[in-house]
């Protein structure tokens, strides 16, 4: 007789005689409230093993039992369901739903809809939408899609700008985007209802062509009315907070949040200060700009312990203000006084920005067509239907066909329906309403049947031949915004020890030419316009001709000298990048001895050779 | 050739002559010819690299962006029947690396007139491809109190590729010296140990038994003939062109393997600068990518132009740049700048890596011509 293994929590316990048998009386057991409910069981034919699963960090989710083909909850306990006589804990009570972890699942035939039922059969989902993630199921129609353009419409309105709590007036969050009117979906599914996203929305529902307008709407950018701007659409508020805390630090020094005096080291302008009040804080409602100080400080001495014996701190106190870096502004919205948990006196101050859509911000519709804003067209161009309706949004036709995102198509259709009949449509998956009911109701309404309706053009008031499908639907705003990204530099800051520039937006940095970019310039035999663009860090260097180092310019005699060779030693400017130089320096530190040997001491050796050096290696 | 082609000789390259030669009718007129041949001379060179054109780098550009398309589909296996070829770019990048051993090695193996028809050539095959002491067993039995080890030979498969009994315990005397082997009867080979440690040796010996070589061509695993056309050609798993060089049955001028190595030392540097040239443009044309064929004649001249096979790396031919900064700039930097540290080398800054670092123009393109002047003495001032 061969015994069936048990593992608990994947630790061997024991072994029983007959697994299945075993397996199936303590799936009973839970069933009739004897066992936890979250206690999942798992036979394995293959490996003859029994698995119990007891442990935190499982996901379990709830199925309907099956036995025989029927499903045990029947109408009659969602009658009562309905009527308040049973609760969800009843029904888990009852034995009449459970919840399996994944590896439950594994023995479970699990039937999508009660017409589908076998004998086979062991568990019933809910509803079909269960097999979608939560973002996922509120895509609406999403049975009508490829699987990827679930993820990415989920994905898209995980980044939306929406009404995320509503006690946000009296929150200090980081980074925070807030539509200004945000509204319910016309096109809803039933997870909108059941996880309350009605008080949360994401996005406006806006009226949408599907048209290209003077190719500005190519690739997946849109054309936006500037009429919709005007009136509120996408606008949101954009909230970053200033923290300031008076640290303490040994010795009994501490920050002092006030305005610095101007003997303090690093004083800005006293124009920089001009909003501070006496507590050295910014009144709530100026407008600042970048440079502008928001929080007065100053902090005590570096390495004060050596200067303590001098009695020198008061001098010598260092500014430590915050201030507005360098491409950001905004409006002072509130200014809090509080206390660290240290007990520090802490100063945060949230910064408002509004944010009217413009060129390059980003919106999507909830099925993963986002797209970029590429033309703000004035309302009197926008073109017009014969009823007079102006589309807030022409959405490129070119984004279906290869996406083939039908669900964007439905949802279009069906808005318009919701919005002339003024009710919700529902479009849960699986379950939303059908498109021939749509397509009925609109042609009742006085509407062509398949969506499309006869536009002029908003320029020349000419008729399109083709008929334009046009219709309501649910648009996003995405926290990308250009006014986060937007990024130039001509001149600007140096890194220290290259010379070379700064990188990244918030030190306004270039843009790097790399590698490969160098490659393309060497393939053209673009030879000086190469060396132009690295020109960012050259610098012309003293070279002694006798012994090929660096040699000293003294510029208040204007007189040059060698520190080895002296002063009657031939030296020339040789012009360099500053990294050569600085990898020259390297390996003088690695006690390697990089000689030059210049041009002239080699004359007519070899071509190429305008000002460039020669380098030799020798062992010191 | 005809003489009046003879004159150009020096101006255009023989090949092209001899397909002039070919091509044109066989009589021309004389302005005509003239003619032909001024467009083609001119045409010839404007398809010359122009002095400063960086070839290098555009043939790594030319190269390198496909290569980055090629990733996507990277094992993919093309070939006959059961046999797997690694193509695509683990084998590109194995070419250009210059690799010895490389990871699926293949032969074509053409043969002489009357086997190449047809005639015995199962036969010939099988008798090309390897086997071991293995595959002609059918038991093994130890027995741990003799300290012996009995083997029952396959007849069958002796019989298959026609090798006798004592053949077989004849290359087992020689593979196990020192050891007592002895014919049994019914196909039996009995071999004793002894010894202190008898039969430790016995239990080891019975691996390395079974690996013994005893028939065929060492190297090749797998043959299958294939027809190609109206001729029969052997296709192998495994390579060994220096042993299948020596059958009499193989048309020695055709043979192929695609192991560059093999023929790098057998048939000498401008083999190998061949079938590198072969070995690529049959990944590229796989794939399906379209590159000039001047590129790849480039990297197998950089690849072999020292004398031997140096594949495209710091252990290959970047070793063989002049440059010190050039060869530190690429992998490696201390190693090289403490080596010529050593020996007082001198960097005459002539390519392309050092100028760039040093920020001076680049010497190709527009930063190769220089002005060179002689002032002339008598004008100074």
Redesign the interface.
């Known amino acids: 007789m061969i015994m069936t293994e048990v593992f608990l929590n994947n630790k061997y316990v024991g072994k029983v005689t007959n697994g299945r048998e075993f397996v199936d009386s303590l799936r009973n057991q839970r069933r009739s409230n004897k066992l936890p409910l979250s206690l999942n069981l798992y036979y394995n034919e293959d490996t003859n093993q029994a698995f119990i699963e007891t442990c935190s960090g499982r996901v379990i989710r709830p199925l309907i039992i099956v036995k025989n083909g029927k499903a045990l909850l029947t109408e009659t306990h969602i009658e009562k369901l309905n009527k308040g006589e049973l609760k969800w804990t009843d029904l888990v009570e009852q034995g009449l739903v459970e919840y399996l972890d994944t590896t439950e699942e594994e023995s479970a035939l699990v039937a999508l809809r009660e017409s589908e039922l076998t004998p086979d059969h062991t568990h019933l989902e809910i509803s079909p939408i269960d097999i979608f993630g939560l973002t996922s199921s509120l895509v609406p129609f999403g049975n009508y899609n490829q699987g990827v353009r679930l993820t990415q419409g989920s994905k898209n309105q995980k980044q939306a700008v929406g009404f995320y709590a509503a006690n946000y007036f009296s929150r200090m969050d980081m980074d925070v985007n807030l539509l200004c009117y945000p509204q319910k979906p016309i096109v809803t599914t039933i997870t909108n209802e059941l996880t309350k996203m009605d008080a949360h929305p994401t996005g406006q529902n806006v009226v949408v062509a599907v048209m290209s307008y003077q190719g500005y709407n190519m690739q997946d950018a849109i054309v936006i009315n500037k009429g919709s701007i005007e009136r509120g659409f996408g606008r949101s508020t954009y909230f970053r907070p200033v923290i300031s805390e008076e640290l303490r630090y040994s010795g009994g020094l501490t920050d002092e949040i006030g305005i610095p005096d101007k003997d303090v080291k690093g004083y800005r302008t006293e124009h920089d200060y001009r909003f501070l009040e006496d507590d050295g804080m910014i009144y709530p409602e100026a407008v600042v700009a970048e440079g502008d100080v928001i929080i007065g400080k100053t902090s005590p001495p570096r390495f004060l312990s050596s200067l303590e014996e001098y009695n020198l701190a008061q001098t010598s106190r260092r500014e430590s203000s915050m201030a507005l870096k360098h491409g950001e502004n905004g409006i002072v919205d509130q200014v809090l006084l509080t206390e660290s948990e240290e007990g520090n006196k802490l100063v945060q101050v949230r910064l408002r920005e509004q944010r009217v859509p413009e060129i390059g911000d980003k919106f999507t519709s909830r099925h993963g067509q986002k797209g970029v804003i590429s033309l703000v067209v004035p309302e009197a161009d926008i073109p017009f239907t014969s009823s007079g309706i102006k589309p807030d949004i022409l959405f490129s036709p070119h984004g279906i066909p290869s996406r083939m995102t039908v669900s964007h198509l439905l949802e279009l259709i069906s808005g318009k329906v919701g919005a002339l009949s003024g009710r919700y449509i529902d479009g849960t998956t699986f379950e939303g309403e059908k498109e021939e009911d749509l397509r009925a109701e609109l042609l009742a309404n006085g509407f062509r049947e398949n969506g499309t309706e006869t536009l002029y053009n908003g320029i020349t008031g000419a008729m399109y031949t083709a008929k334009i499908y046009i219709g309501n639907m649910y648009y996003i705003k995405l926290k990308h915004m250009v006014a986060n990204k937007i990024h130039s530099r001509a001149r600007g800051p140096i890194q220290l020890l290259t010379r070379q520039p700064t990188e990244g937006r918030a030190k306004e940095g270039g843009l790097r030419l790399g590698e490969m970019e ?3 310039f ?10 132009e663009r ?2 960012s ?2 610098t012309e260097v003293p070279i002694c001709e006798g012994c090929g180092l660096v040699a000293i310019h003294d510029a208040r005699k204007n007189s040059y000298f060698c520190p080895t060779c002296g002063d009657n030693v031939e030296i020339s400017n040789i ?3 500053y ?2 130089k600085l ?1 020259l320096d390297e ?1 003088k530190s ?1 006690t ?2 990089p000689k030059l ?1 210049l041009k002239s001491q080699i004359a007519g050796k ?15 | 050739m005809r003489a009046e082609l003879r004159s150009y000789v020096g101006t255009l390259p023989l090949k092209i002559l001899e397909d002039l030669d070919a091509e044109l009718p066989d009589k021309v007129s004389d302005s005509k010819f003239k003619k032909i041949m001024s467009t083609v001379v001119e045409e010839y060179r404007t398809s010359l690299a122009e002095p ?3 070839v290098g ?2 043939t ?2 030319s190269i390198g962006e496909p290569g980055t398309q090629m990733t996507l589909n990277t094992f993919h296996f093309a070939g006959v029947s059961e046999m797997n070829v690694t193509t695509g770019l683990p084998r590109l990048i194995e070419i250009l690396d210059g690799r010895v051993e490389i990871s699926t090695k293949m032969m074509e193996i053409y043969l002489k007139k009357p086997y190449s028809e047809g005639k015995d050539i199962r036969q010939i095959a099988e008798s090309f491809k390897e086997t071991r002491l293995k595959e002609y067993i059918k038991e093994i039995n130890i027995d741990i109190a003799e300290t012996e080890m009995q083997m029952l030979l396959d007849e069958k498969a002796l019989k298959e590729r026609n090798i006798t009994q004592g053949a077989i315990t004849k290359i087992l005397v020689k593979a196990m010296k020192g050891l007592d082997v002895k014919i049994l009867k019914d196909a039996g080979i009995r071999i004793k140990a002894s010894g202190d440690d008898a039969l430790g040796l016995i239990y080891k010996l019975k691996e390395k038994l079974k690996e013994v070589h005893i028939d065929g061509i060492k190297g090749i695993t797998q043959v299958l003939p294939v027809k190609r056309g109206d001729e029969f050609v052997i296709v192998t798993a495994g390579s060994n062109m220096k042993e299948i060089l020596k059958s009499d049955v193989v048309d020695k001028s055709r043979v192929y393997t695609n192991s560059i190595s093999e023929i790098e030392s057998i048939f000498g540097i401008e083999a190998a600068r061949e079938a590198i040239i072969r070995e690529m443009l049959k990944v590229l044309k796989d794939q399906g990518i379209a590159l000039d064929m001047r590129h790849v004649l480039l990297i197998s001249d950089a690849m072999t132009m020292s004398g031997r096979v140096r594949g495209v790396s710091r252990y290959g031919i970047v070793k063989e740049k002049p440059s ?2 050039a060869r530190a700039s690429f992998e490696t930097p201390i190693r090289h ?2 080596n ?3 020996v ?7 390519s ?1 890596i050092e ?14 011509p ?1 002005l060179v002047t002689k002032p002339d003495k008598k004008a100074k001032r």
Do not use: W
Request: hydrophobic share 45%; net charge negative.
């Open positions: 160098k490659d393309t060497v393939a053209h035999g673009a030879s000086l316009l190469l060396k690295f020109d860090d050259k012009e360099m990048s990294a050569f990898l390996f690695l390697l001895y040997k070899t071509r190429q050779q305008a000002e460039a050096p020669q380098k030799e290696g020798v062992e010191e | 400063g054109e960086c780098l555009v790594a550009e010190v900064l700048v403490i010529a540290s050593m007082g080398e001198t960097d005459n800054l002539n392309v100028n760039v670092m040093i920020n001076q123009p680049v010497p190709v393109g527009t930063g190769l220089m």
